[in-house]
């Protein structure tokens, strides 16, 4: 099992960025999508997720700037990031829930700065 992130990078305050994340190889039974991000001397935190029932949970700090969505017959999930600002950056992680396991991918950094 692969999950691939993309969409990271250097972006201005204020502005857009959307991540994606694709997984690859067999996951039975997925159940929930979701982002979690982690910044220099902080601990990992959700970011946000969605559920298989079609639930969508969000960070305080998020919350009405970032948009979770997925795709499950190409077993994708996005985040678009509105109105960017600094204390955004960090280093955003895909998480797959499953029935059996959790998947987690590499990592891609998005840095908001002018």
């Known amino acids: 099992v692969q999950l691939v992130e993309s969409g990271g990078g250097l972006v201005q305050p204020g502005g857009s960025l959307r991540l994606s994340c694709a997984a690859s190889?067999?996951?039975?039974?997925?159940?929930?999508m979701g982002w979690y991000r982690q910044a220099p001397g902080k601990e990992r935190e959700l970011v946000a997720k969605?559920?298989?029932?079609?639930?969508?949970n969000y960070a305080d700090s998020v919350k009405g700037r970032f948009t979770i969505s997925r795709d499950n017959a190409k077993n994708t999930v996005y985040l678009l990031m509105n109105s960017l600002k600094p204390e955004d950056t960090a280093v955003y992680y895909c998480k797959v829930e499953g029935l059996y396991s959790d998947y987690w991918g590499k990592g891609t950094l998005v840095t908001v700065s002018s």
């Open positions: 190889g067999s996951i039975f039974g997925i159940k929930t």
């Open positions: 969605a559920t298989s029932g079609g639930s969508r």
